[in-house]
């Protein structure tokens, strides 16, 4: 089985800085994609940010400039670095991964339970 758990949410004043983690653990042979989601109340899940093996990041418009995402290739990790952080980024993030658990298996997408980030004065 292939665990993805989150770590880092919590509640920060406008301005204010956090950091997310994610651990993939289990079974797993390798790891394409490491993205993080999240979704408001009353709206759709949308990307926040993703790194495909090692390419470079891709981020939404919304949060260029003041999250950073990072992967540990070697620790099957994941973070993601918010700072300058607004009232709209408030919602429960996820972190999401492509894992092959064996060599005759293709990827599989696995989810993280979520980490609720609050941003309220």
């Known amino acids: 089985q292939v665990q993805l758990v989150e770590s880092g949410g919590g509640l920060v004043q406008p301005g204010g800085s956090l950091r997310l983690s994610c651990a993939a653990s289990?079974?797993?042979?390798?790891?394409?994609?490491m993205a993080w989601h999240r979704q408001a109340p009353g709206k759709q899940r949308e990307l926040v940010a993703i790194i495909v093996l090692r390419d470079s990041p891709i981020y939404a418009d919304s949060v260029k400039g003041r999250f950073t995402i990072s992967r540990d290739y070697a620790k099957n990790t994941m973070n993601l670095q918010m700072n300058s952080l607004k009232p709209e980024d408030t919602a429960v993030y996820y972190c999401?991964?492509?894992?092959?658990?064996?060599?005759?298996?293709?990827?599989?997408?696995?989810w993280g339970q979520g980490t609720q980030v609050t941003v309220s004065s």
């Open positions: 289990g079974s797993i042979f390798s790891i394409s994609a």
């Open positions: 999401n991964a492509s894992i092959r658990i064996s060599a005759a298996q293709g990827f599989n997408s696995f």
